[in-house]
């Protein structure tokens, strides 16, 4: 924080460039790569019972990821983005906040929705656009949100959540809620204009809110160094515009759940935005729609592999003998099985009725509205082989 | 002639301007080495260096602010916007720099090398993020050529033109069409006039109007009309800034008759200005009112798709009561 605003500042009487290199900011860690806690650090306070949800989500989304990658190939939804290789960064994030702390996420942080409790159900319901998704079938699979879970819907467009979770941490502030927002985004999106603007307006209105960035690597097939930035990543953009900031390993649940639940603190009880930087890598491509074959080796894709955050904790938690392997195992199965039973169950489920296309434009449909879709409905009667999807229900009513 | 994909026929516009002047960059997000998310810009990195097609960083003010700086220099700059969707984080420096560029400095200055490619348009399971038409926001902005091609051969004489036009070209791709529209492409540089109306088809009864992938749909609805022995003349508008008025004029004073569909909503759409302006021109020649048809003033919406999207059967039903009003 600049200590003076009146350009009272020390003098010195020789030109002197700070080199751009002059801060480069460590990366916080506690549990190795083999799953040991690192000398000099501590594993965070954390019972078994939190442990345990924390790894049994990491599992589920790495099976929900892994089988609607599978899913999209067979054809069964348009579209997917998986969170592979960065489930500890959403997740060990949502475990440290309060289930009344607001997510506003980008469109990789469906670990931290499933911590909430969003049922495999839910998301289905959402991948497959049928009548039962909350967002009514109206986006593109993986863009969830849950009012009930306070997670914002997700939008396409990057780094527009920016700005929104330093405006919606205003708000908690002023009602002395005393909750905070977290706000995720990836590295690229930090290129954005809105993340400089997100972040200047909460350092200068001093708001509870958690900006985590999630530094996997990639932006499509952009690299980040070189190419995205030509800094130190994105950390020391937090220092600049005055925030605390840390740098933590985004594979190790364990560094990210400390740094959150300090950030948390900071921002709850001393209305300090934090800027956290979880170092990572995105191991499938950017959606199904990309091959990093293109653009990646698999050597490097082979050696993000052995610092896997899945693997990681499990090998920590059969230390502690909270797991063993076997365990790990079953529960691995039954929560495939249950993810086949949910998917199989969503895709027979309609889409929305015709009726829905014209809500939610405005609180309720203007008149022209009304009259687009009378002569909407008109027209499907008339050719319904064309609208075999609506057309069957166009007179029954939502 | 070689049978090319609308992305080849980009391509090769590009590879084509970029050997013809050292002067022309292509840049975007993803668009170096890699080629882009739809691989238009493939190969020109290695046949021209990663300081001529280059990736930016994800941020779409800055990559039109960056190229309007290197058109300022006197740079061809050819910028991609990843989808149509995303431009709006660079409306300010469109609308408010690049288009007023020349104006506001008399002259002084301008970013007539500037061209920004965005693939545009729905019919691909894309959302809201993925399906917009932006064009109407554009042409409501003086200053700045809007082009929306069609198909291969015309995306690439459209192209070369765009690039070496002296004014900023807004030049938007229909990406449903991007390896669905196949035709035969001269190999070699060709151009063809911004600003001019393209007949499709003559016909004299009624004239359909249409632009970029909306032009295919127009085509499939006067081949069902021509069933019923309604006679269309489909014109594809090519340019939407500035437009090809007496094209359009002496077709609809020929025919009586006229129906715009574009795939934006109806509302301030650009079907809105073609109409108002055409019963202007041709109003004593109208035998029934300027039918539009076009996107439901929604949001582009997901699973309602298919419903939403302005296909043949709806222009086709326009045609029809066009002909019986």
Redesign the interface.
Known sequence: MAKDTQHQLDIVTQPQFIDGSALTIPMFQILSEDGTIRKGAKAPEMDKELALKIFSTMQFIRILDERMIAAQRQGRI??YLSSLGEEAASIGSAAALIPEDMIMGQYREQGALAFRGFTVEQFMNQLF??ERDFGK????PV?YGCADLNFMTI????ATQIPQATGYAYGQKMDKSGTCTICYFGE??A????FHAGLNMASVYKVPVIFFCRNNGY????PSQG???GGDGIAPRGVAYGMKTIRVDGNDVFAVYEATRLARELAVEHNEPVLIEGMSYRMAGHST??DPT??RTREEENAWKGKDPVVRFQKWLQNQGWITEEQAEQNYEEKKAMVLAALKEAETIP??H?D???ED?YDTPPK??QK??AE?KA??R??PE??P??APRIDGGK | MAKMNLLQAVNSALDIAMAKSDKVYSFGEDTGSFGGVFRATSGLTEKYGRHRNFNTPLVEQGIIGFANGLASQGSYAVAEIQFGDYIFPAFDQIVNEAAKFRYRSGNEFNVGGLTIRTPYGGGISGGHYHSQSPEAYFAHTPGMKIVMPRNPYMAKGLLLSAIFDPNPVLFMEPKRLYRAAVGEVPEGEYMLELGKADIVQEGTDVTVLAWGAQVEIAEKAAEMAAQDGISCEVIDLVTILPWDVDTVAESVRKTGRLVVTQEAPLTNGFASEVAATIQEECFLYLESPIARVCGLDTPYPLSHEKEYFVDHLKVYEAIKASMTY
């Open positions: 348009s579209f656009s049928n079938g109206r986006q593109m863009h939008a396409s467009p990057l690229g999106a290129s954005e204009g809105d932006a499509i097939s952009t190419e995205q930035y729609s990309d293109g653009y889409v929305p015709i829905e296309i014209i434009v022209h509205l687009q879709l909407l027209h499907i008339k050719y064309a609208y999807k609506t």
